[in-house]
Structure formats: C-alpha cells, structure tokens
C-alpha cells in the first residue's frame, strides 16, 4: 500500500515539520486538520520510524511529538522522511459543532441576522 504522499523534510524548533504547499493544496489541507502520518530517521545501520497524528498549523507546520522526537533521536536540523497516510478534517467527523469550531481556530467569523441568532439559540438553555 501506498502513502497519499512521501517527502524529505528538515526539522525546525521544537520538532516543527512543514506540510509542503503542493501537498497541502492538492489534497485541500486545511489550518486545524490532521495528519496521520509516519516519519523516519535514517540512521547509518538502521531505520527508525514514528507514528502519530499532527494538527496543521499556519504556514502548513505539524509538530513531532517531543516523546518521539526523544524515542528516535531527532533534534533540530535532522532530516526525516514523511509519509502522509491520512488526512482528517474535523468537520466531517463531528459535524457542524466542529466546523464552527475549525472556523474559531481559523480566525473565522460571521455577522448575525436576528433570524439567524434565533437559529443559533435554539436548543440553549
């Protein structure tokens, strides 16, 4: 089986990746998905490799999380291997809570009609 993607990437501060831009638009990754994915560090006798799921930030950064990081030995400025295995998005999970939710962490918002605020406070108690 094949990952939807495979690249090599440079690791920033604070086991920061970057989602490449091609990537990111040909799949339609947007701020506040997730990524399932596997990264690898080549070593001289071996191969090491990590699995986890990452939250795209702004500009397309993931973080590798720092007990991984820590597991296989990765600092700033090793390079790893990406494999992108599945792409998350939260409204398609959780419905329409979520995608408000997604829009909040995106900077998203919207000007009410009194029919629409009437809509919205249904429910609230």
């Known amino acids: 089986m094949e990952p939807l993607a495979k690249y090599p990437t440079k690791v920033m501060v604070q086991g920061r990746i970057t989602l490449l831009s ?3 638009e040909y799949y339609n990754i ?4 997730f990524i399932e994915l596997i990264v690898r560090k080549y070593c001289p006798d071996d191969v090491l490799r990590g ?3 990452a ?3 702004d500009k397309g950064y993931m973080t590798i999380p720092k007990g991984l ?3 296989l030995g990765i600092q700033k400025g090793d390079f790893v291997e990406v494999l ?4 998350i998005k939260p409204g398609d999970l959780l419905g ?3 995608k408000l939710l997604s829009g909040v ?3 998203k918002y919207e000007l009410l009609t009194p029919e629409k605020e009437s809509v919205l406070m249904e429910g609230v108690q």
């Open 55 to 57: 939250r795209v930030y």
């Open 30 to 33: 947007d701020l506040g998905d």
């Open 22 to 24: 091609t990537i990111r």
């Open 51 to 53: 699995h986890f799921l």
């Open 105 to 107: 962490l995106k900077g």
């Open 96 to 98: 329409e809570k979520a």
């Open 84 to 87: 992108i295995i599945d792409i």
């Open 69 to 71: 990081r820590d597991e």
